[in-house]
């Protein structure tokens, strides 16, 4: 089961970036997908999720209202749309993926993805 980050980069503050993590390797039809987010000398932390059947999903406070996830299960893809990015956006974003559940908890998720660095400019 491999997951693959894609849509990192440089984007002043203010702007948009969207990310994508493809999986493969495995059905992940019943999978719910997260995506975290490591800053600099920061902890891990939560930034969004979606079950596997696209109706349920959650948010981090730092982010709500600003990031849509979403997914595509035909293309076994889930997507991060950031809006309004601010400098405190800057890390590295990582996807996973967990086994007929969805949770806003790093310790439940089986698969991760070697993470995209966003970078925000102020």
């Known amino acids: 089961v491999q997951l693959a980050e894609s849509g990192g980069g440089l984007v002043q503050a203010g702007g948009s970036l969207r990310l994508s993590c493809a999986a493969s390797g495995g059905d992940f039809s019943t999978y719910g997908m997260g995506w975290f987010r490591q800053g600099p000398g920061k902890e891990r932390e939560f930034v969004a999720a979606i079950d596997w059947s696209t109706t349920i999903t959650y948010y981090g406070d730092s982010v709500k209202g600003r990031f849509t996830i979403s997914r595509d299960t035909a293309k076994d893809t889930v997507y991060l749309q950031m809006n309004s990015l601010k400098s405190e956006d800057t890390a590295v974003y990582y996807c996973?993926?967990?086994?007929?559940?969805?949770?806003?908890?790093?310790?439940?998720?089986?698969?991760w993805g070697h993470g995209t660095q966003v970078t925000v400019s102020s």
């Open positions: 996973a993926a967990q086994d007929y559940t969805v949770s806003d908890s790093m310790d439940l998720y089986d698969y």
